[in-house]
């Protein structure tokens, strides 16, 4: 063994202290086997050396006092206990009172049929129910999308009998212009003094009778558009109220050419004398035509309009019977708007509009009568 360096320990003051000294000491290898070290208090063989030992200072330990549980010191200390539950109860969430049947809790599920799927999770019932998708208002821009789609509709219908129109719209002005050809006198005849203006008055020819063609799907398109707002017994009568509002339609044009024209232009044409020969424009004449037919047309829809208004409960023959008075009023004022500015014209149109003023009156009162008599009824069967 080799002889150590000569060091006198210095007595530490604790284990810390203890592991720096003995990391300082210098490591000597063994003579008796190579590549064996010698620690201080340790030799290179397995008998510990004495010297080293006696020269190591012993550590006494401290004496740790045993910490008693936290569950005895609570039972000692009520005012501790009553921190502790303060502090257990800090991080959670405050549920008011009687508010436990809305704390929401998880729903057990049912168990699965032997060899079968588990059943999809219930949604818990929402406060509100949807309402059906038919029951749903319409909002302001649904009502606009809605009107641009029929009036689409109707705008391709009306293009669909304008092109199988056109090919014969020399033939059509012929029989609408029939009615004057009759009393115009001999020597009278059309003209035309625009050089498209030809063109342009079979254009409208084929328009006009586009829109007599197209008219069912016209008056179905209208009546489609107000079904929404009806209740859905009202809305049973769309396609009978569309399928007489296109017949009115066709028998007033019908009406204006067989009843209204032929006394009409012999009145006109009694103007025409020897030095006075009428030379009449086909735009003109057809301006004319066209818009009494439409007019009268559009008049004969009175007494249907009045039974739907009647149905839904909106006018009543009394309340038209009391607004008469303005209703003449008002029908004349319409007849000077659409006829030329003269008083047989107006008369022709006002005249027939007075008769169906008073038709509709009659329409309202029996539709009244029925309605009173159903609920009569409905009362009866309850009691």
């Not at 010698?38 to 008998?47: N, R, T």
């Not at 009406?255 to 030379?279: K, R």
């Not at 818009?291 to 009394?318: N, W």
């Not at 009023?329 to 007849?335: E, G, Q, R, T």
Request: aromatic share 12%; proline share 9%.
């Amino acid at each position: 063994m080799t002889e150590r360096e000569d060091k006198t320990p210095v007595a530490p003051s604790g284990a810390a202290e203890e592991q720096e000294i003995l990391l300082d000491s210098p490591i000597v290898e063994s003579e008796d086997e190579p590549g064996a070290v010698d620690a201080p208090g340790v030799s290179g063989s397995k008998e510990p050396d004495e010297a080293a030992v006696e020269s190591t200072p012993v550590v006494e330990e401290a004496a740790v006092e045993p910490v008693p549980p936290v569950e005895e010191a609570i039972a000692g200390n009520p005012e501790a206990a009553a921190s502790a539950d303060a502090d257990a109860s800090a991080g959670l969430p405050e549920i008011p009172e009687g508010a436990s049947s809305a704390w929401p809790q998880e729903e057990a599920l049912p168990a699965p049929a032997a060899g079968g799927e588990p059943p999809a999770p219930v949604d818990p019932p929402s406060g509100e129910e949807e309402e059906p998708e038919e029951e749903r208002p319409m909002t302001l821009l649904e009502h606009l999308g809605e009107l641009r789609k029929r009036l689409v509709r109707g705008f391709l219908a009306i293009l669909i009998g304008f092109f199988a129109c056109y090919g014969f719209a020399q033939q059509l002005f012929y029989y609408l212009s029939l009615p004057l050809l009759k009393v115009m006198p001999a020597d009278s005849k059309f003209i035309y003094t625009g050089v498209a203006e030809g063109f342009f008055v079979d254009m409208k020819v084929a328009f006009v009778a586009g829109v007599f063609v197209a008219c069912p799907f016209l008056f179905y398109q209208i009546w489609a558009f107000i079904a929404p707002g009806l209740y859905e017994e009202e809305k049973k009568y769309i396609i009978p109220l569309a399928l007489s509002s296109a017949l009115f339609f066709i028998l007033g044009g019908v009406f204006c050419y067989f009843g209204v024209f032929p006394f009409a232009f012999e009145f006109f044409m009694s103007y025409s004398t020897d030095n006075i020969v009428a030379m009449l424009s086909i735009d003109e004449y057809l301006s004319f035509a066209l818009k009494m037919v439409l007019a009268f047309g559009l008049i004969f829809e009175m007494p249907l309009f009045s039974f739907f208004l009647a149905r839904m409960g909106l006018i009543t023959a009394q309340k038209m019977r009391d607004v008469r008075k303005y209703a003449i009023l008002a029908i004349f004022v319409v007849a000077a708007i659409l006829t030329p500015p003269d008083v047989f014209s107006q008369l022709m149109m006002a005249g027939p509009m007075l008769v169906l003023y008073e038709v509709s009156i009659w329409v309202a009162a029996l539709v009244g009568k029925k309605k009173a008599e159903r609920e009569k009824a409905a009362e009866e069967g309850g009691a």
